[in-house]
């Protein structure tokens, strides 16, 4: 599922190869895809609006139009959109093809049928907006993110990988980075919020800007589905020292990357590195 890397690179080049053309028809080709309105009005409303701007929160990729209203991609597990030149044909998993000026289509495309679009007006788009937590690369997050996850977090004794999840803490962290980021923090991801450390806030904090700042850096991650508007796949799966990477060595000592699931979600980490207990882990550390 594309996350913040992903969805910032697809945004990155609508904002180069898109803005400014006019939508001059609009074809919606799965009935599940239009949350709002109906789809009937979405074609009609679009039909004839002109692309002003595009931008992302969290992992919703928004396009500005020039009536003031906004496109709200959710691009879910395998959702791609794809900046399509006119001899190429795409048959397959099609969702919505807007036709632009300068005979060119953006399509998205999506074999798993899970990505959502929505035309709002800008009070209805605040409202959808609202609830979602702190974009982690602003300059409020960077400066001041690891104060805020303690004492947003350290209260509370669920799980920590879960925790990173809810886009209502931090936006934009998805299953593939998550793993990462604590692997780097070295956090076992069933550790209960209310026994991780300053220290370690501080840590967690440098890890949750590393691997986001790394994966937009790379133009995200391909594990499955993600391509790019112009169809490429990221780079960034070349990186992942944990994802996916159970039953190969931790690239940090001797033991091996397992696979189990935390809450509810498939996990990946290395027992050796990230303790779950840190008090026996203290215990040994003092016993030696
Ligand atoms: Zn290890």
Request: include cysteine.
């Amino acid at each position: 599922m594309p996350e913040l890397p992903e969805v910032e690179t697809i945004k990155e080049h609508l904002r180069k190869l898109v803005v400014g053309s006019l939508i001059t028809q609009v074809a919606v080709l799965d009935p599940g895809l239009v949350e709002q309105p109906s789809t009937e009005e979405f074609e009609r409303e679009l039909g004839g609006e002109r692309i002003t701007g595009a931008w992302r929160r969290a992992k919703h990729l928004i396009v500005e139009l020039d009536s003031g209203n906004s496109l709200v991609f959710q691009l879910k597990i395998g959702g791609q959109l794809l900046l399509v030149p006119p001899v190429e044909e795409l048959k397959t998993a099609l969702m919505l093809v807007l036709y632009l000026d300068g005979d060119r289509r953006l399509c998205l495309r999506d074999e798993t049928r899970f990505s959502r679009v929505r035309l709002l007006n800008t009070e209805e788009l605040e409202e959808r907006l609202s609830a979602l937590g702190p974009e982690p690369l602003e300059e409020e997050f960077r400066e001041n993110g690891a104060k805020y996850l303690r004492e947003t977090l350290s209260s509370r004794r669920a799980q920590i990988k879960p925790l990173l999840l809810d886009q209502k803490v931090v936006s934009g962290i998805g299953n593939i980075y998550v793993d990462e980021i604590l692997y780097d923090a070295r956090l076992h991801p069933r550790r209960k919020a209310n026994t991780i450390s300053n220290e370690e806030w501080k840590e967690l904090h440098a890890a949750i800007l590393k691997n986001l700042a790394a994966g937009v850096e790379h133009r995200g991650t391909t594990v499955r589905l993600y391509k790019d508007v112009l169809n490429r796949t990221g780079e960034h799966q070349n990186y992942l020292r944990v994802f996916e990477k159970h039953g190969k060595s931790c690239p940090d000592c001797e033991g091996k990357v397992v696979r189990e699931k935390v809450g509810g979600r498939p996990t990946h980490f290395c027992p050796s590195c990230q303790r779950e207990n840190w008090r026996e882990g203290e215990q040994e550390l003092t016993l030696v």
